[in-house]
């Protein structure tokens, strides 16, 4: 599997399981529960990616895909 589908993926995966655990708690708490979960994965897999061009595109995809994610899952169950 190519290395840009892993990364979807994961932060895939991350963005609607902070979706779910934001939703059950305060909005302040949920932000910061959120956060955390998306720099501990990025700091971690910072380290296989040896160029700056590449570490630059991987924390923009990361992030973007994380918030988009994170954000609809979070509406999708706060308005229910």
């Known amino acids: 599997m190519k290395t840009e589908r892993i990364v979807i993926l994961v932060f895939t995966a991350l963005g609607v399981v902070a979706g779910i655990i934001s939703s059950y708690l305060d909005l302040l708490f949920a932000i910061v529960v ?15 990616f ?24 979070w509406i999708l169950l706060f308005t229910r």
């Open 34 to 48: 959120s956060l955390a979960m998306m720099i501990v994965p990025i700091a971690i897999m910072l380290r296989f």
């Open 50 to 73: 040896p160029g700056k061009k590449e570490k630059q595109w991987f924390i923009q995809n990361s992030i973007i895909t994380f918030i988009l994610i994170w954000f609809v899952v």
